[in-house]
């Protein structure tokens, strides 16, 4: 049974780079057609897409988010870790990292979250 | 502001039926069988409940069901029990520019 974990720093300044990284365990990153994905939830908020990438290291983003996201994979790790540059106090959220594909189109894993501030 | 609409809020007694809807548009919900359904208990991640409008995931419980019609999705929860008691999201694909979106999210209190 595949299980995500995230990790990161709490909090963030404005205008430093967010990032954040996702182990995943009980499988590898590399097999079956999964997609490794970022979606946070503002505070008392909604789901929010943030991007994906599948083993291969193809890359998919919300194009709100495009400019300031990069997803990368580390294969040798298990690992895969999001990167949002440029936050403000909006980019504060929960932090989920997610597993899609393994009940068809949809995110059928995901970890436990990690809240993120942004205040100096 | 959420791409696909949902009520804030429904209830219902044990034992009952509710339904709760999402509305997007013919380039999400209207143009792709690819609306799931997520449950999240408060401080917990979301919990894939409906795939793929109406497939369930191993585990979940036969009183979640799923359907479509047009431009709206639906999600039913029969025999309510208080462990039901939860915010339900809806996510659909958008197609290959937006991806994936989602709804703001509705609240079931089990009264």
């Known amino acids: 049974q595949v299980q995500l974990q995230e990790s990161g720093p709490g909090l963030v300044k404005p205008s430093q780079t967010l990032s954040l990284t996702c182990t995943v365990s009980?499988?590898?990153?590399?097999?079956?057609?999964?997609?490794w994905s970022w979606i946070r939830q503002h505070p008392g908020k909604g789901l929010e897409w943030i991007g994906y990438?599948?083993?291969?290291?193809?890359?998919y983003y919300n194009p709100s988010l495009k400019s300031r996201v990069t997803i990368s994979v580390d294969t040798s790790k298990n690992q895969f870790s999001l990167k949002l540059s440029s936050v403000t106090a909006a980019d504060t959220a929960v932090y989920y990292c997610?597993?899609?594909?393994?009940?068809?189109?949809?995110?059928?894993?995901w970890g436990q979250g990690t809240m993120v501030t942004v205040s100096s | 502001q959420s791409a696909l609409t949902q009520p804030a809020s429904v209830s219902g007694s044990p034992g009952q039926s509710i339904t709760i809807s999402c509305t997007g548009t013919?380039?999400?919900?209207?143009?792709?069988?690819?609306v799931s359904w997520y449950q999240q208990h408060p401080g917990k991640a979301p919990k894939l409940m409906i795939y793929?409008?109406?497939k369930r995931p191993s585990g979940v419980s036969n009183r979640f069901s799923g359907s479509k019609s047009g431009n709206t999705a639906s999600l039913t929860i029969s025999g309510l029990q208080a462990e039901d008691e939860a915010d339900y999201y809806c996510?659909?694909?958008?197609?290959?520019?937006?991806?994936?979106?989602f709804g703001g999210g509705t609240k079931l209190t089990v009264l």
């Open positions: 013919s380039s999400d919900v209207g143009s792709y069988n690819l």
């Open positions: 793929e409008v109406s």
């Open positions: 009980g499988g590898s990153i590399s097999s079956g057609d999964y997609y």
């Open positions: 990438i599948y083993y291969s290291g193809s890359t």
């Open positions: 996510c659909s694909y958008a197609g290959s520019s937006t991806f994936w979106v």
């Open positions: 997610a597993m899609k594909g393994g009940s068809g189109n949809a995110f059928d894993i």
